[in-house]
């Protein structure tokens, strides 16, 4: 018999056929959010799930699916994920790294722009028509990203990928901060110089949050954190909600102490922070950092190939590719 597994969320057809080969598949095709009553009746009695950042996957629902042997979550980030309750009861995790890191900083720089160079207003500005009069010298001039100082906070494989867009395609002094120091080899690949949290908030014109959620990072920029930036700065989030204080950030863009920001994540999403909406100097988009047609079919690919090695279905059976909690294969509690 082929192991049962739950795909939470609608996919690509073909990545369902695939599963269909090695699984027998319960899917989402219309793309029903499930509440956490739901998805634990139809997690019941499966061994695998292909989870989402909107399912919670926690103690109380490994313990009544005790079946469960394989959380493989469609993402690099995993905070929707309780790793310890999963690594106790001997459930492997696994997550998406690598494929989606140049796409995701592509659209951090693209974010950012958008922010300094005020597109999202001025997109605006002409839809409505009120673009009657040509010429205006200053109309929607906004910070320079070239040259200007780019401030990177969280310095994983999506930081660093930021960091050399700006130091090789725009030249930027890049500063980043960071749990951990980069080695001096990546420091000079990424063209990027450590410096203290104080330092990047003071220093940079640009500043963009690269660093997973966790309890440390909630409301990492909050609004003592946005008083010590220059009024002139941006700030870009394609991170995870809850990094910044949504309402501290409101006030701050619209006490003009902050010039712009750019949000692809929020507290509470797909709730916005209401201030945030009434805003003209924000760009606001809806949590799509990885989405480029080709990462999302690589992500998907990737956490097939997980689900697969994770519950031995494979013809040669295997090491998941991304493993987050590697330890739990070698026990025997699976
Ligand atoms: C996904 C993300 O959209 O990779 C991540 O951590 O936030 C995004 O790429 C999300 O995880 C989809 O589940």
Not at 67 to 81: E, H, I, L, Q, S
Not at 126 to 140: E, L, S
């Amino acid at each position: 018999m082929k192991p049962a597994v739950l795909v939470t969320r609608a996919t690509f057809p073909d990545i369902v056929e695939r599963l269909r080969e090695h699984f027998d598949v319960e899917d989402n095709p219309h793309d029903t959010l499930w509440d956490p009553a739901e998805l634990r009746r139809r997690l019941h009695g499966k061994q695998g799930v292909m989870s989402h950042g909107s399912d919670r996957i926690d103690a109380a629902l490994l313990d009544a699916c005790p079946t469960v042997k394989a959380v493989c979550n469609v993402g690099v980030g995993y905070n929707n994920v309780d790793v310890e309750a999963c690594t106790q009861r001997g459930v492997l995790v696994t997550n998406t790294p690598d494929v989606l890191t140049e796409t995701t900083a592509d659209f951090g720089f693209a974010l950012m722009m958008a922010a300094a160079r005020r597109i999202g207003e001025s997109e605006r500005f002409v839809r409505q028509g009120d673009w009657t009069k040509t010429g205006i010298f200053d109309m929607f001039a906004g910070p320079d990203v070239h040259g200007a100082t780019l401030g990177i906070l969280g310095m994983g494989r999506i930081g660093r990928a930021v960091a050399r867009r700006g130091s090789l395609g725009f030249g930027m002094q890049v500063i980043y901060h960071n749990r951990s120091r980069l080695s001096p080899e990546a420091e000079t690949e990424s063209g990027a110089l450590y410096v203290d949290k104080a330092t990047l908030l003071r220093e940079a014109d640009h500043l963009v949050l690269v660093l997973p959620y966790s309890e440390s990072s909630h409301h990492a920029i909050g609004a003592g954190e946005l008083a010590q930036m220059k009024p002139t700065a941006t700030l870009t989030n394609i991170a995870r909600g809850g990094i910044v204080d949504d309402a501290a950030l409101a006030a701050a863009l619209r006490a003009g102490t902050l010039a712009a920001a750019g949000l692809d994540v929020f507290e509470g999403e797909p709730m916005v922070h209401p201030a945030l909406l009434g805003l003209p100097n924000v760009v606001l988009t809806p949590h799509i950092g990885s989405a480029s047609i080709q990462t999302r079919r690589a992500m998907a690919s990737l956490t097939v190939d997980n689900l697969i090695a994770a519950l031995g279905a494979g013809p040669c059976g295997g090491q998941p590719p991304s493993p987050v909690n590697a330890e739990v294969l070698s026990t025997d509690r699976r």
